[in-house]
């Protein structure tokens, strides 16, 4: 089955980057939605990005609205992996960070109970 597995976390100062990538290691994932999810010691996991796309060709992200503006979802089909590139990063946004999959994509896309994939997760430590 899917297997998500997340790199590119890691220990940055306030302002500055991270590229986070989120890969299925059996090269079998067949859905149309994937996301990016995080979770800070005591919260609830909640929603961050996500890339849904259809065969009429469209491709469509959305974003929380804590992230609009400095992080950007994208995929490459051809890898069968999906980024989350993060800018101008805060204290607040340090997390674990989780990469999803859903087969079909779905309106309620910030719901981590839509997802069937899940991995490990990263840890980004944003200091101030």
């Known amino acids: 089955q899917v297997q998500l597995v997340e790199s590119g976390g890691g220990l940055v100062q306030a302002g500055n980057s991270l590229k986070l990538s989120c890969a299925d290691s059996?090269?079998?994932?067949?859905?149309?939605?994937l996301a990016w999810f995080r979770q800070a010691p005591g919260n609830e996991r909640e929603f961050v990005a996500v890339?849904?796309?259809?065969?009429?060709?469209?491709?469509?992200?959305y974003y929380a609205d804590s992230v609009k503006g400095r992080f950007a979802i994208s995929r490459d089909s051809d890898k069968n992996t999906f980024y989350l590139q993060m800018n101008n990063l805060k204290p607040e946004d340090t997390a674990v960070y989780y990469c999803?999959?859903?087969?079909?994509?779905?309106?309620?896309?910030?719901?981590?109970?839509?997802?069937?994939?899940w991995g490990q997760g990263t840890q980004v430590t944003v200091s101030s």
């Open positions: 890339i849904q796309w259809s065969d009429r060709g469209g491709t469509f992200t």
């Open positions: 059996t090269n079998t994932f067949s859905g149309m939605q």
């Open positions: 999803a999959g859903a087969p079909e994509w779905d309106s309620y896309y910030f719901r981590p109970s839509l997802y069937n994939y």
